[in-house]
């Protein structure tokens, strides 16, 4: 292989242009497609600008020609030449470079390469098992590398924009205590206290809370962060989070320069405007009308409790569920009555039962009357203010459930978004943002027999709740927000109790013994005892940021090593065995 000696880059591949004809250049990169018309040779070299077609011409390249002959795809070049304006019949508009060419005067093969196992082409089809195996490779495609370019613009946009705003970007530690209170921790041994165990963070929330005591007023990190949680598209072991936390606050200070932080992300990232502020809307707000607390509102289809309608009816499956605590509640299709089959309608009940209801009631406004297998049971005026209630018009396609509010909620939340997707009312270029607030502080864990965070332990209940702490956990809201992109939430945080006797009322709601308490978080309320400022944050999941940005479907097409579905990692094996003698530093015995 030649070296680099005596010759430097002055361009990239794909900052060429017009401008730059008669110039003599080098460029180096790797070979992206060869055509051998065999006194030409033609090779399109790529670099992560993108390509410039580079032509080897017998004539004119004398003794290095042979050497021309030997390249193959993904060789490693540096070539000098002078850019020429392509012929008018050879123009390529499909690429930046298209209208020049560089004619050869040196080429150095810097490094061979054999033939890779995976396509280097844009949007490639290759099982993403084999692209993760040769990650390498796979980061050579074009699109690819732009998805890493946009990660890097909206990280620098990020930090330019919280250091403008008065933000310190400050460090916490990776190796912290266990305070098992959500996902599960990865745990790290260690060597120096045998039996004793590091935990990975979650997020940097005790420590970003410990620096509002410290007085360090506006922090902000870009930082790891680790759950040892199942995965799917939008979840990893390892992620990056932008935290944020402010001295002095309250919700409106935090919602205020957050959407002024995402306008400029957008602006600066992908050059959209967006229009502040974004709409706000409770968290029973989006369960009533969407059915999820991440509500898509680029269309509507919003759900209506008609349950009042039917608490006297004589149709046993509606009334049942009301009087059992439930609701009834409906979607109302417009215009589906008309172009829905008999078999669609079936196959939006047999997703209803996979989705946990007994099933899908429904009722067709069509042209020539009521068509439904329910109507027979209701009366003349329960249909009537059915109709009346969902604006029914001839066409449309009304469709019910009726259960616990969970499953009503969960299935017409899926069912109203699988109708956007059959009738395309789903605008995929637009960008619908909307907060979603006052959220429950708790929520009951079965399983645990106790109320459990619905964030975290450290959000502060909404004044007017505190005294329900006490008497009916249920209700009491929190001053906790998110917010939420095109149906998918990128952020969220809440104001944190900055009070002792709060915090410990809150601890107690969580089934925590003072002493149980002292023991996981002392050093929190320990800390508070000395000044605590009103404090509150936020924090973005920076990959799903990025993925919606991208418009790519999973978050590890914007990390460049990312896990698998089982957490492990194809490129380098882990996680992996390790030696005995390793395992006896730690004092740690592997059980077969």
């Given at each position: ?56 011409d017998a004539k004119e390249c004398g003794s290095f020609f042979d050497k021309a002959e030997s390249i193959r795809n993904e060789f490693v070049l540096a070539v000098t030449g002078e850019v020429v304006k392509r012929d008018q019949d ?190 706000r809307i409770t968290y029973k707000q989006a369960m009533d009308k969407y059915g999820t607390d991440k509500p898509d509102v680029r269309f509507g289809l919003e759900i209506q409790n008609v349950s009042d309608i039917f608490e006297q ?280």
């Amino acid at each position: 292989m030649e070296s680099l000696k005596g010759i430097k880059r002055n361009n990239m591949c794909g900052a060429l242009g017009l401008n730059n004809i008669g110039e003599q250049v080098t460029v180096m990169g790797w070979v992206s497609t060869r055509r051998d018309l065999g006194s030409l040779i033609f090779i399109d070299l790529r670099d992560i600008t993108g390509v410039v077609q580079i032509v080897f011409d017998a004539k004119e390249c004398g003794s290095f020609f042979d050497k021309a002959e030997s390249i193959r795809n993904e060789f490693v070049l540096a070539v000098t030449g002078e850019v020429v304006k392509r012929d008018q019949d050879t123009i390529n508009p499909e690429i930046k470079t298209g209208h020049i060419e560089i004619r050869a005067k040196e080429l150095r093969i810097l490094s061979k390469a054999q033939t890779p196992p995976i396509y280097i082409e844009e949007n490639s089809n290759v099982s993403e098992a084999i692209r993760l195996k040769y990650r390498y490779l796979d980061l050579r495609r074009p699109d690819m590398q732009r998805n890493l370019m946009l990660r890097h613009r909206v990280a620098k946009t990020v930090r330019d924009f919280l250091d403008d705003n008065g933000f310190m970007e400050i460090e916490t530690p990776m190796l912290t205590k266990s305070t098992p209170e959500g996902a599960r921790d990865y745990l790290v041994p260690s060597r120096m206290h045998p039996g004793k165990f590091y935990a990975l963070p979650q997020s940097p929330q005790i420590f970003k809370q410990l620096l509002m005591v410290s007085g360090m007023d506006k922090y902000f990190q870009i930082v790891k962060c680790f759950r040892d949680e199942d995965l799917r598209a939008d979840r990893q072991p390892e992620f990056t989070q932008i935290d944020i936390e402010m001295s002095f606050v309250d919700v409106d200070d935090i919602i205020d320069i957050n959407e002024k932080l995402i306008k400029v992300v957008f602006q600066k990232a992908i050059g959209v405007e967006l229009k502040t502020p974004f709409n706000r809307i409770t968290y029973k707000q989006a369960m009533d009308k969407y059915g999820t607390d991440k509500p898509d509102v680029r269309f509507g289809l919003e759900i209506q409790n008609v349950s009042d309608i039917f608490e006297q009816s004589e149709f046993k499956v509606f009334k049942g569920a009301v009087s059992g605590g439930g609701s009834v509640r409906a979607i109302n299709a417009k215009k589906c009555g008309d172009i829905f089959s008999r078999r669609e309608i079936d196959s939006l009940g047999d997703l209803a039962k996979e989705l946990g209801a007994k099933g899908l009631a429904w009722i067709n406004v069509a042209q020539d009357g009521l068509k439904s297998p329910i109507a027979k049971f209701l009366s003349q005026n329960e249909i009537q203010s059915v109709l009346d209630r969902l604006d029914a018009e001839k066409g449309d396609l009304l469709l019910f459930v009726a259960d616990k509010d969970k499953v009503v909620f969960n299935v017409l939340g899926q069912m109203r978004l699988e109708l956007a997707k059959r009738l395309n009312l789903i605008d995929d270029d637009s960008y619908e943002f909307v907060w979603v607030t006052e959220f429950p502080l708790l929520e009951f864990d079965d399983d645990q027999n106790r109320y459990v965070a619905m964030h975290h332990p450290f959000t502060s209940p909404v004044e007017e709740d505190i005294d329900l702490l006490e008497t009916d956990p249920s209700k009491v809201r929190a001053k906790a927000y998110d917010i939420v992109l095109n149906g998918i939430e990128i952020g969220g945080g809440s104001i944190r109790i900055h009070d002792t006797e709060l915090q410990q009322m809150m601890f107690k709601a969580l089934g925590f013994s003072e002493q149980k308490a002292w023991e996981r978080f002392g050093f929190l309320m320990e800390a508070f005892k000395y000044g605590t400022p009103p404090h509150g944050g936020i924090a973005y999941g920076l990959d799903r940021l990025v993925m919606l940005l991208a418009k790519v479907k999973s978050i590890r097409d914007v990390i460049a090593f990312p896990k698998v579905q089982n957490a492990s990692c194809p490129l380098t094996d882990a996680p992996s065995e390790v030696d005995q003698e390793q395992l006896n530093e730690l004092n740690i015995r592997v059980m077969d």
